[in-house]
DNA sequence: TTGTATGCGTTATCAT
DNA sequence: ATGATAACGCATACAA
């Protein structure tokens, strides 16, 4: 049942290289033999040996998605997005959840590397360290292929970044409060890497640019473990119960929103009249809450879109910008004015 | 940079059977040559070639994992669980978003055979056809690797089966509803395949324990592509508004119960004194809502790790049980009294 | 256009 | 305990 390139060579009465040449439809093969031979490969059902492919060619045609979590709807609709154009484009997708521990990705890193992948992308700048020095396994990586980030920035050979611009996204989701009249906006966020910090600058810029001084108290970190929508909003219910005032809540991601919400209903605070808020991301989450939420889209669609066909570049030996950056957008619903 | 097996054994002066060995940890290798290769392998930083290792071994320790749509919360969950466990267990995934169609999936299912994965498991119900015809790329698969079907119910040698009881689940749900005065409960769901049609039989069979006849009117269909939130609610609205009658929802998945939820800030029906609401999957969209969405537990995480178990014991040549249930339970939140 | 022969880097089977 | 060597199944350079 198990036929080899043997096998059907000698069905069709030709040589190996012939089959080979069908196979991987070569010009140069008579189409009577080409018929002939397709004849048999159809009849028998015969199917290449990918790996003895894989020995030869060093190659299976595999891209390697290292997602620190897929059960988070961002990432996972990149990566239902990122593995449909792969596959369209004659590549599989071995999949890695890491989590955020930097063992764990740097193992996951090792592993893909060690099954030859032809490629990989990291998912989130997650991936970036603050300490230079621990990069050096994505500069390793990046040696033995091309390594793709997604909303991440790191300079270095072989590396490649899409991302949006999210200092400009939340400046502009900051300014698109100030300006109407919010004065105290109570900015939510978990994480302090590249990206939460750039989100995070962007927030104090539309402050700056308007001469108008964030108050420090404002700022409040969750760690991931602790940021359900219960604990966001019992947390904000205990900030605003110690005498802290905000008009307006501005968080990291959409998820960190919908805590926000929450605390507002608890708190009988209406939405957006008494209290605004804005997420980000722009997540199938947005049309869920009550009322539904204003956030802002980092065009993951265009960056998933834009990795694939950078990456196939590459794989091609073209010239490839090291990095593109694309612009965020507020989409208003209906938690601002 | 490059090392192979033949180098390894030059510098280490020893014949690459036996860098094979120690390699591979075998007992027959002594303490002294097998600290002596281990040196020369750390000091080069080889790693074995993976595809020269899969051909010889006819695997690559990888499963696969095909998947409608990664981005749908409930599959997100159980691909981020199954992916953790088998990598776990010393195996990769190669991961395939098929869409729905039946040409796609069987195309699919086709890519991962013909890639040698050891293994795979159908996510969802939805790769079962009504037509047994239909399923004939099942069973051809399964001629060749282990297939395990979550939440899908299939007999066949070689396919292994780990579900809910939908049925018992639905029946429980509803019953609830009925006990608590409910007598006209809207079922809403968007899939005829076998768990769709196991749900929609436990809502009548809660009926007709009780005597209850079930109005056919309150059975709402919706397409896959026409069940965003917002068009949920507007056909309860319609139908509402044509005079339809209902003092309860009751849905196949938690996100049409959002719409449910929307139709009733929309209508001004008070949730939960003038319509209960209660959902499928237990999902994280369930603390997201307002108020908070009740909703039938699909014990997916049980099953995720019952299915690696099952999938490493047939691999491992074990006997193990081609069917598992497990029971599914209501977690009552804040749509049901 | 077609066939022959070799390489790809392991693992496994024999000897020794 | 260790070594020599034959698979494994394909692609491809070269020969015809």
Same mark, same amino acid.
Request: proline letters at 3%; hydrophobic letters at 35%.
């Given at each position: 049942?198990?036929?080899? &390139?043997?096998?059907?060579?000698?069905?069709?009465?030709?040589?190996?290289?012939?089959?080979?040449?069908?196979?991987?439809?070569? +010009?140069?093969?008579?189409?009577? %033999?080409?018929?002939?031979?397709?004849?048999?490969?159809? *009849?028998?059902?015969?199917?290449?040996?990918?790996?003895?492919?894989?020995?030869?060619?060093?190659?299976?045609?595999?891209?390697? /998605?290292?997602?620190?979590?897929?059960?988070?709807?961002?990432?996972? $609709?990149?990566?239902?997005? /990122?593995?449909?154009?792969?596959?369209?484009? *004659?590549?599989?997708? =071995?999949?890695?959840?890491?989590?955020?521990?930097?063992?764990?990705?740097?193992?996951?890193?090792?592993?893909?590397?060690?099954? !030859?992948?032809?490629?990989?992308?990291?998912?989130?700048?997650?991936?970036?360290?603050?300490?230079?020095?621990?990069?050096?396994?994505?500069?390793?990586?990046?040696?033995?292929?091309?390594?793709?980030? /997604?909303?991440?920035?790191?300079?270095?050979?072989?590396?490649?970044?899409?991302?949006?611009?999210?200092? $400009?996204?939340?400046?502009?989701?900051?300014?698109?409060?100030?300006?109407?009249?919010?004065?105290? &906006?109570?900015?939510?966020?978990?994480?302090?890497?590249?990206?939460?910090?750039?989100?995070?600058?962007?927030?104090?810029?539309? !402050?700056?640019?308007?001469?108008?001084?964030?108050?420090?108290?404002? =700022?409040?970190?969750?760690?991931?473990?602790?940021?359900?929508? !219960?604990?966001?909003?019992?947390?904000?219910?205990?900030?605003?119960?110690?005498?802290?005032?905000?008009?307006?809540?501005? %968080?990291?991601?959409?998820?960190?929103?919908?805590?926000?919400?929450?605390?507002?209903?608890?708190?009988?605070?209406?939405? +957006?009249?008494?209290?605004?808020?804005?997420?980000?991301?722009?997540?199938?989450?947005?049309?869920?809450?009550?009322?539904? =939420?204003?956030?802002?889209?980092?065009?993951?669609?265009?960056?998933?879109?834009?990795?694939?066909?950078?990456? =196939?570049?590459?794989?091609?030996?073209?010239?490839? +910008?090291?990095? %593109?950056?694309?612009? *965020?957008?507020?989409?208003?619903?209906?938690?601002?004015?």
């Amino acid at each position: 049942m198990a036929m080899n &390139i043997y096998d059907i060579s000698r069905r069709a009465g030709v040589s190996i290289a012939t089959v080979s040449r069908v196979l991987n439809n070569s +010009p140069h093969v008579s189409e009577v %033999t080409r018929k002939k031979v397709m004849a048999v490969i159809e *009849g028998t059902g015969y199917v290449p040996n990918a790996f003895a492919r894989g020995l030869g060619l060093n190659t299976m045609k595999t891209i390697g /998605l290292l997602c620190p979590d897929a059960s988070d709807p961002y990432l996972a $609709q990149a990566l239902t997005s /990122l593995e449909r154009n792969f596959r369209q484009k *004659g590549y599989d997708c =071995l999949l890695s959840c890491t989590g955020r521990e930097l063992a764990a990705r740097q193992q996951g890193v090792e592993l893909l590397k060690s099954r !030859h992948v032809d490629g990989m992308v990291l998912m989130g700048s997650t991936f970036i360290e603050d300490a230079s020095q621990g990069n050096d396994y994505i500069r390793d990586a990046a040696r033995s292929m091309p390594v793709i980030l /997604l909303n991440g920035a790191f300079s270095c050979e072989n590396v490649f970044c899409v991302l949006c611009d999210d200092q $400009q996204a939340m400046a502009e989701a900051t300014g698109a409060l100030l300006d109407s009249g919010c004065r105290r &906006i109570l900015y939510l966020y978990h994480s302090n890497n590249y990206s939460g910090r750039k989100k995070l600058a962007g927030y104090r810029e539309a !402050h700056r640019e308007r001469g108008i001084e964030v108050d420090e108290k404002l =700022l409040c970190f969750f760690s991931q473990d602790k940021s359900s929508v !219960h604990q966001v909003r019992d947390t904000l219910l205990e900030l605003a119960g110690n005498g802290l005032e905000f008009d307006a809540v501005l %968080t990291s991601e959409d998820i960190l929103s919908v805590g926000a919400l929450k605390y507002a209903r608890a708190a009988g605070k209406k939405v +957006p009249e008494e209290l605004c808020v804005i997420g980000y991301n722009n997540s199938s989450l947005c049309p869920c809450t009550e009322p539904e =939420l204003t956030s802002v889209d980092n065009k993951l669609q265009a960056i998933c879109d834009h990795i694939v066909t950078t990456m =196939l570049g590459v794989l091609d030996g073209k010239e490839m +910008p090291q990095k %593109t950056v694309f612009t *965020g957008e507020l989409v208003r619903r209906e938690t601002t004015m």
